[in-house]
């Protein structure tokens, strides 16, 4: 699926809208170079779920948690060395817990995360704030969260 956004009350309407879909233990992760909006999507993403600290991005300490509805972790492995770090850092107990996983530059570990998953791929457009998202991912859990994006 693919959605274009052409600015930033687009990305925040569509953030919000995954926000309010997402339910314990689900896990989403973004891909996108730098600036593609990831930490931006995120802070929509965590309006949706009920978060009302501000979202700043876990550059430096990788993770972050917030309480919305559920618990919700925003993690960005963007300075992960070695990606087997993961369990060291305990990542993997959050993966399989009770909050959602929010994880930006998810395709560095994408081969230690858990199988059910939404991966959702940003793209610069050609305008300044235009951004193409491509949603996919694995699972069920993936296609219940695909079918109530394509909702109205
Ligand atoms: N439609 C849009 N959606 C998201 N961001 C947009 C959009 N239009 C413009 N922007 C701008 O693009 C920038 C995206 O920065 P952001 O920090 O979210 O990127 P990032 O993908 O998290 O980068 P990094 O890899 O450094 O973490 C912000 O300055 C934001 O205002
Ligand atoms: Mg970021």
Known sequence: MEIRLEGLEETKEM???????????DIVCLNGELGAGKTTLTKSIGLGLGVTDYITSP???LINEYNGRVPVYHFDVYRLENVEEIYDLGFDEYFYGKGVCIIEWAEKIE?????????????KGKALDERIINIKGSGNRYIEILKELEKN
């Not at 953030?15 to 233990?25: D, E, H, P, T, Y």
């Not at 230690?112 to 793209?123: C, G, N």
């Open 111 to 123: 081969r230690l995360l858990p199988k059910e998953r939404v991966i959702l791929d940003i793209e």
């Open 15 to 25: 953030g919000i809208k995954l926000g309010n879909i997402l339910k314990s233990g």
């Open 59 to 61: 550059t430096f300490a």
